[in-house]
């Protein structure tokens, strides 16, 4: 399990908010690898979810990005604790 901690006003990067203009959410990102990428390898999975954690500015540090790999290379269920700040 990863935990990432947002603020209020950055959760629309983290999940698909519709009332927000920002139109590249995580989780997408990370649902799209997950259905196109199970059985790849780890370091195939990786720096696309770098990249995408960087285009949605989310500091996921790189032991969480290889647990999120991991997950989507098996196939595993991946469980993430979201902690939102009001700033």
């Known amino acids: 399990m990863g935990e990432i901690t947002v603020s209020a006003q950055q959760i629309d990067h983290l999940v698909h908010d519709p009332a927000s203009a920002y139109d590249a959410p995580y989780m997408q990102a990370y649902a799209g690898l997950a259905a196109s990428h199970r059985g790849r390898p780890v370091a195939e999975i990786v720096p696309l979810l770098?990249?995408?954690?960087?285009?949605?500015?989310?500091?996921?540090?790189?032991?969480?990005?290889?647990?999120q790999a991991r997950a989507i290379s098996?196939?595993?269920?991946?469980?993430?604790?979201?902690?939102?700040?009001?700033?």
């Open 50 to 67: 770098r990249a995408a954690a960087d285009a949605a500015l989310l500091g996921f540090t790189g032991t969480d990005l290889v647990e």
């Open 74 to 87: 098996t196939g595993a269920r991946y469980e993430l604790r979201v902690h939102v700040t009001g700033h």
